[in-house]
């Protein structure tokens, strides 16, 4: 079991930045796949970044030039820096790490909140 709490969502105006954070606890040396998720009200929850353990990074292309996702394996966290922000980010942010382990589990963080206004 992978127990993850998320970090640093809020408000900002459109054009600011902020950071995310997700720090993993439990069997944490299981951990392959880090990434980030987001679902807007109404709306489906999507894949935001994620990097692999052999830092393979993917980007949704909404965020590409915009948004950074980084990990520090000693620390067990992995951050999404968020930069030119746009009211379409607003969304509950959610933490994503899965297993390299069969049958590959997924874990969730419980969310944070992150509002652009305009």
């Known amino acids: 079991q992978v127990q993850l709490v998320e970090s640093g969502g809020g408000l900002v105006q459109a054009g600011g930045s902020l950071r995310l954070s997700c720090a993993a606890s439990?069997?944490?040396?299981?951990?392959?796949?880090m990434g980030w998720y987001r679902q807007a009200p109404g709306k489906q929850r999507e894949l935001v970044a994620r990097?692999?353990?052999?830092?393979?990074?993917g980007y949704a292309d909404s965020v590409k030039g915009r948004f950074t996702i980084s990990r520090d394996n000693a620390k067990n966290t992995v951050y999404l820096q968020m930069n030119s922000l746009k009211a379409d980010d607003t969304a509950v942010y959610y933490c994503?790490?899965?297993?390299?382990?069969?049958?590959?589990?997924?874990?969730w963080g419980q969310g944070t909140q992150v509002t652009v206004s305009s």
């Open positions: 994503n790490v899965v297993s390299g382990r069969w049958p590959h589990p997924s874990y």
């Open positions: 439990g069997d944490t040396r299981s951990i392959n796949t």
């Open positions: 990097i692999s353990s052999n830092a393979n990074i």
